[in-house]
Structures are given as C-alpha cells and as structure tokens.
C-alpha cells in the first residue's frame, strides 16, 4: 500500500490552457475527495465520490472544474480555460466505506502565470 | 454549514515547552472534530480525531485534544515539544449525519519548535 498518490505534483499553465490532474485512491477505499488550499488557508472541499459516483460539489467546483471516477479507481480533475485564481494546491484524499478518517496524497500544486 | 476558527496563525515555542493550538467551531449539528499534521513537504496526516465517548484523546506522539461542547473547542496540547513536532496543525470537523464525512478545516497553525 503506497498510500494516496497524485500526478503531477507541480503544474505550471499558462492563463486559458485546460489541465487535468490524477488521483489513485488507496486500492480498497471507496470513497475519494477532492480540496483545494490556497495560500495561508486550509483546505476547502470541492467534490466527493462514492465509487463511481459524484455524490457532492461544493459551490467553489465552477462549470469550468469537472471531476471524474469512471471505474471507481483513479479520479481526475479538470480545470478548463485557466485563471490566475486557480492557482493552488489540489489534494485528493481517500476513505474506506464508514471511516470517519481520510488518507490525503501530497497534491498537484497548480501555477497559472 | 459548518466553520472552523484556529485562533493562532503561527506559535513559536521552546524544546520541551507546553504548548496549546487553540481550536473553536461553530455548527448547527453535531459534528465529529479532527486534528491534522502536515509536515514540510508531506502530505496531511490524521493526528486524532473526537468521535464521541471519552471527551480527552490522546496521539500516539503525545498530544492530547479535548473537546469541550459549551465551549465549542478542541484544543490541541503537548506537555513537551520536540523539534520534530514542527509542523502545521490543522484542526477540522465533520458532519456526523453527511453520509460524506467531508472536512470543513480551519486556516491551519504553524508550530515552531526552537532549540
């Protein structure tokens, strides 16, 4: 068990580009969460699944972000047309099924110049 | 809707100082309390977490929390610091009803450990 895992852990874009970001969830977990954590702030959540459902979306998860979890494994994440603000670092965590506790990946820290 | 205020942004404290991260919440139900650790370039760690029962939980390093419900706080302690507890400590709570057990965490607390 190499625990939660993300691709890439840097990722610098230019303003307009899309980019997509990759979770491997530990392998018996069900249950896979997105945050984002700006500077000098904690982490916020962004979007839930169960399996391969997204069950939950925060109000921060704008129509440009979408989230997939297609075979309930791995999960990306996808920022279209970039802004400045986007900038931040991007965890994935990962729970078993009723674990109150979520095993966090080091996160794709995402620069957009 | 749930929120969470972590009084200190940074707290310098000597080796083998007590220390107390100081964490309040605010919620309309009952909620689950977490602390995390991340450590330079790691990822967030579950330090302990206040399920129900027992209002004092302890780590395995030698913290301890306690929840208190009319204060609505959950204090993080150590007796003694050590160099390796220099981190930030990010006090968290959770939804007991949501099926999800999403996080809603505070701003963090930087812990400087000085030799």
């Known amino acids: 068990d190499t625990g939660v895992s993300q691709d890439p852990r840097h990722k610098i874009t230019k303003r307009g580009q899309n980019v997509t970001f990759r979770c491997d969830p530990i392998s018996e977990h069900n249950r896979l969460y997105w945050y984002r954590q700006t500077l000098g702030q904690g982490p916020e959540f962004l979007t839930y699944f169960q399996n391969e459902a997204q069950l939950e979306k925060s109000r921060l998860l704008s129509d440009r972000f979408s989230a997939e979890r297609p075979k309930g494994s791995f999960s990306t994440l996808e920022i279209q047309r970039t802004e400045q603000g986007d900038s931040a670092m991007y965890l994935c965590a990962s729970s078993s099924r009723d674990s109150t506790e979520a095993f966090f990946g080091q996160g794709t820290r995402l620069t957009v110049v | 809707a749930q929120s969470v205020t972590q009084l200190d942004s940074q707290v310098p404290v000597f080796e083998e100082a007590p220390v107390e991260l100081r964490c309040n919440y605010s919620s309309s139900v009952s909620v689950y309390l977490f602390w995390y650790v991340q450590y330079p370039n790691q990822g967030l760690q579950l330090l302990l977490k206040?399920?129900?029962?027992?209002?004092l939980v302890e780590s395995i390093n030698g913290f301890e929390a306690e929840f208190n419900k009319s204060q609505t706080s959950f204090h993080l302690r150590k007796p003694s610091v050590h160099i390796s507890d220099t981190a930030e400590y990010f006090c968290a709570v959770s939804d007991t009803g949501a099926g999800s057990y999403q996080l809603t965490f505070g701003k963090g607390t930087k812990l400087s450990v000085i030799p």
């Open positions: 206040y399920l129900s029962g027992s209002t």
